[in-house]
């Protein structure tokens, strides 16, 4: 299905590059993701938050029968410096089986900033989503796709430092306040935002440990 949306978008853009998605293949079942990203600021602190086995996983999935996973950040990179190109911002997964398709964008931070009204992760991360989608839709062929898909989520995946899934040692804690000792926690913002983002995909957030069921 990926590969028949970039082809589409590519084509009727004249794009001229060829981009392969390399989707892989998963069994139903559950599943963790990880961002490469996400332990990047621990790491460089010296500090660790997460519990042994749990480092770098950010979404926490099951799935009621075999899917695909394509590294969509990637693919849609391929565009950049030509007129299509997504200046807006990209995401960072396409989850999809034959009729369900899942957009998702990836985080791993301190709740203060997901929760921020003006440039937190949440509000980025829906407008990446929303970019994404009706930047593709855009072409006939691509918002039929979707307009034939049974379910189609524009997923927000969120793992908070400073959320209590893990254990963590007091020198640990004093780090980790350290990082967010200039920062003042903002109100929730989820709640002011459209959870419809067009072309029948609507916005979820998950916070790991939560499993997103993708069904």
Excluded at 1 to 23: E, L, S, V
Excluded at 80 to 92: H, I, P, S, T, V
Excluded at 139 to 168: E, N
Aim: net charge positive; aromatic share 8%.
């Amino acid at each position: 299905m990926i590969q028949r949306i970039i082809d589409a978008y590519r084509m009727a853009n004249n794009a001229a590059c060829a981009i392969n998605c390399a989707p892989t293949a998963h069994q139903s079942g559950s599943h963790h993701y990880r961002d490469p990203k996400a332990c990047a600021e621990c790491v460089a602190r010296g500090v660790k938050v997460c519990a042994a086995g749990d480092e770098y996983k950010v979404l926490a999935l099951r799935a009621s029968r075999d899917f695909f996973v394509v590294d969509f950040e990637r693919a849609l990179g391929e565009f950049n410096g030509l007129k299509c190109e997504f200046k807006r911002g990209r995401c960072d997964l396409a989850i999809y089986d034959k009729d369900r398709l899942a957009f998702a964008e990836l985080t791993c931070s301190a709740s203060v900033y997901i929760d921020k009204d003006v440039n937190g992760k949440r509000s980025k991360a829906r407008s990446q989503l929303s970019n994404v989608i009706n930047r593709l839709a855009q072409v006939p062929q691509i918002a039929q796709m979707f307009s034939q898909l049974s379910s189609r989520t524009a997923l927000f995946a969120a793992r908070r430092k400073d959320a209590p899934h893990a254990p963590i040692s007091s020198q640990q804690t004093a780090a980790l306040n350290g990082m967010l000792a200039f920062q003042r926690p903002a109100p929730q913002a989820q709640a002011g935002l459209h959870q419809d983002l067009g072309n029948g995909f609507r916005f979820v957030e998950v916070n790991f440990p939560a499993v997103f069921t993708f069904s």
